[in-house]
């Protein structure tokens, strides 16, 4: 029997937490990740080296990889060099993937050639090959260019674009056209998700494939971005970009959160736990699966990732 296909679309945390436990099923993953990231790392190398960014893609390759822990955690190392160096900081994945790229001109071929270095049994695929920069236009009409700048600045945005042409990997078109599932991510809405969705080629993909589309909502708000939005507004922010009736089902958690650590959140970090808002979900016309699917690891509230996963699965074998 054939194995069943999935393409998740996202960046590199929100995709992982998916991938932790999904990876282990007996399916075919493609992993479609997000290249405009500016910040730390992997903004640097983009500046120094005018390559699409790697940090994203290596977190989901050390996340698929079967080698022994010890091993995978080199990838995610930062290296500690006298104050100054250039070296400083950087994850040594990152350092891989951009002296790859250097060598073969193809972000493509370098996770490739990565992936069987890592024993990565599943597709990892860039949106792009290209180098591109993320810009937010706010409500006020403020144009904010860079991904960071766009999370960091905590505004509301009226639109998302690109400042280069982007050029979808025809690869990743083709994944979603023979796909029996694609998933949009858990992450933020508008520097994980959104990277792919204002993308032409993707949007109409995503409207002509077979495929069901399902969304997994955010567990928790965005600073800013998302301010006490329900389950309805993440779909109906996603739906502004890929057209109404696109979406075949939404996964949200109904976990009731610990008060306390609510608490710390909201005064910490500004997030509130994202509302599955029944009045609103009652006419809607896509599926909504609910499950306590939210658990705390040191100290953050996250996905079970071993619980959506077996939600993810049983909807797929249907």
């Not at 972000?107 to 992936?115: A, G, P």
């Not at 959104?194 to 077979?210: G, R, S, W």
């Not at 979406?247 to 958690?253: G, H, K, P």
């Amino acid at each position: 029997m054939e194995k069943k296909k999935v393409v998740i679309l996202g960046g590199g945390t929100g995709s992982s937490r998916i991938l932790m436990s999904l990876k282990d099923l007996p399916i075919d993953i493609t992993a479609v990740i997000t290249v405009s990231d500016n910040g730390r790392s992997t903004g640097v190398l983009r500046k120094e080296f005018s390559i699409p960014a790697v940090g994203d893609i290596r977190k989901v390759l050390s996340n698929l990889s079967t080698l022994p822990s010890e091993l995978k955690e080199v990838m995610e190392e930062r290296l500690t060099a006298s104050e100054g160096s250039d070296l400083n900081n950087h994850a040594i994945g990152n350092l891989i993937l951009a002296s790859l790229f250097k060598k073969t001109g193809s972000l493509k071929t370098s996770i490739e050639r990565l992936s069987k270095l890592l024993q990565v049994k599943h597709k990892v695929l860039p949106l792009s090959e290209d180098n591109l920069t993320l810009v937010g236009e706010t409500v006020d009409g403020e144009i904010i260019e860079g991904e960071e700048q766009i999370t960091y600045s905590k505004k509301i945005y009226k639109r998302l674009f690109y400042k280069e042409e982007p050029h979808v990997l025809p690869e990743v078109i083709e994944s979603i056209n023979t796909a029996d599932l694609v998933i949009i991510s858990i992450g933020s809405l508008y520097t994980s998700i959104m990277p792919h969705l204002i993308c032409k080629d993707i949007v109409k993909a995503l409207n002509e494939t077979p495929a069901k589309v399902m969304y997994v909502c955010n567990a928790m708000t965005q600073p800013g971005e998302t301010d006490n939005f329900g389950v309805s507004d993440h779909v109906k922010t996603l739906e502004k970009y890929i057209g109404k009736d696109t979406i075949d089902v939404v996964v949200a958690s109904n976990t009731k959160i610990d008060e306390e650590m609510l608490k710390k959140y909201e005064t910490k970090e500004q997030k509130d736990q994202v509302r599955i808002d029944y009045e609103n979900l009652k006419d809607a016309s896509y599926e909504v699966i609910e499950s306590d699917l939210v658990t705390t690891e040191e100290g953050k509230i996250t996905h079970n990732s071993l619980k959506l996963s077996s939600v993810i699965f049983s909807y797929l074998m249907r």
